[in-house]
């Protein structure tokens, strides 16, 4: 199963995605996790990614798509994968499903997690305070949030047409938000 989970920056997506690729025993892939271990390690990748990330924006589409050929392409990622941060734009979910195509596959689900924006900025402001990433601050907040709903939101749109999208409340203890996903990804 090819299984997408989307949803605003302070979403819960990298939570909710863990939990439910676990459920359904399929490797979870965060491209926000993989960047940032880039640019940890000084990688080539992570050096090109560094500066959109600190700024909020878009590492381009042309890096992130060189990277999901690579999960795809990765051992135990034939039976299904959930995606988590990805596709970010149209051009990278068009790019999927051709990707996809080829491999005989489809994205079978799109999770819609939905958090109101005044409690997003919150939560991404504690986190700033506990996790210390370096683009959790008031700026970049705003800014992925502008970019999300310029960039990002217009995905759901590309995805409602496949009929593929479910839609999560996505406030509420982090079990219920679970079980609600587990319902989702099912129906
Ligand atoms: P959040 O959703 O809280 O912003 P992520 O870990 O998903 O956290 O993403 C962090 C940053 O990594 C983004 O602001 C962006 O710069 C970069 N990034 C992650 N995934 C993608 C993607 N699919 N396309 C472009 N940039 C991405």
Do not use: C, W
């Given at each position: 199963?090819?299984l997408?989970?989307l949803g605003?920056?302070?979403?819960?997506?990298?939570?909710q995605?863990?939990?439910?690729?676990?459920?359904?025993?399929?490797?979870?892939?965060?491209?926000?996790?993989?960047?940032?271990?880039?640019?940890?390690?000084?990688?080539?990748?992570?050096?090109?990614?560094?500066?959109?990330?600190?700024?909020?924006?878009?590492?381009?589409?042309?890096?992130?798509?060189?990277?999901?050929?690579?999960?795809?392409?990765?051992?135990?990622?034939?039976?299904?994968?959930?995606?988590?941060?990805?596709?970010?734009?149209?051009?990278?979910?068009?790019?999927?499903?051709?990707?996809?195509?080829?491999r005989?596959?489809?994205?079978?689900?799109?999770?819609?997690?939905?958090?109101?924006?005044?409690?997003?900025?919150?939560?991404?402001?504690?986190r700033?305070?506990?996790?210390?990433?370096?683009?959790?601050?008031?700026?970049?907040?705003?800014?992925?949030?502008?970019?999300?709903?310029?960039?990002?939101?217009?995905?759901?749109?590309?995805y409602?047409?496949?009929g593929?999208?479910?839609?999560?409340?996505?406030?509420?203890?982090?079990?219920?938000?679970?079980?609600r996903?587990?319902?989702?990804?099912?129906?």
């Open positions: 199963m090819f997408m989970i605003a920056p302070g979403s819960g997506k990298g939570t995605g863990k939990l439910l690729a676990d459920h359904l025993a399929i490797p979870q892939v965060s491209t926000g996790e993989v960047l940032r271990a880039a640019v940890t390690d000084g990688t080539p990748l992570g050096r090109e990614a560094k500066g959109y990330m600190d700024q909020g924006l878009l590492v381009p589409d042309a890096v992130i798509l060189g990277l999901i050929r690579e999960i795809l392409d990765s051992e135990g990622a034939e039976g299904g994968v959930l995606m988590d941060g990805f596709p970010r734009t149209v051009a990278q979910a068009e790019a999927v499903d051709r990707l996809l195509a080829e005989g596959a489809r994205v079978d689900r799109v999770v819609l997690l939905e958090v109101p924006e005044e409690e997003l900025v919150q939560r991404l402001l504690g700033a305070a506990k996790e210390g990433r370096s683009d959790d601050n008031l700026q970049s907040i705003r800014q992925r949030l502008t970019v999300y709903l310029e960039q990002t939101a217009p995905l759901v749109a590309y409602e047409r496949q593929v999208v479910r839609r999560v409340p996505g406030q509420g203890t982090v079990a219920e938000i679970a079980a996903a587990r319902d989702a990804a099912r129906a």
